[in-house]
């Protein structure tokens, strides 16, 4: 199982490396508007992937993290999952897990993107 959760998170941080690989030759190929939108959106993209690759690894029931404790700690009650559901989506609509993701998000962001 651990192995799953990591491949999905590695299979997220390459294809934001991949996006942000297209940037250079989407900035040269592309007519300069169009040049500029695509660069955004991949940039957007590439970030993105970052964010939902870190979200993912919050060993939470709802989220791939937390088939690991499932796995490795004691499975969590059915009952329990829809409200620790409940309480995640309270979290990121208040953006606590933002703040809590965000030095993550930074040092891969500054990795991959080399913001």
Known sequence: MLLVVLAGFAALLA???LLAALILPALTVLPHTAAL????FLRFASSLCIWIGLFSLIPIPPLTGGMLLDTFVAPVP???????????????????????????????ATAILGD
């Open 15 to 17: 294809t934001a490396a």
């Open 78 to 108: 059915r009952k329990a999952r829809g409200v620790i559901a409940v309480l995640l989506l309270v979290a990121v609509a208040f953006g606590f897990v933002r703040q809590v993701l965000a030095p993550a998000h930074a040092e891969l």
């Open 37 to 40: 939108t695509t660069a955004a």
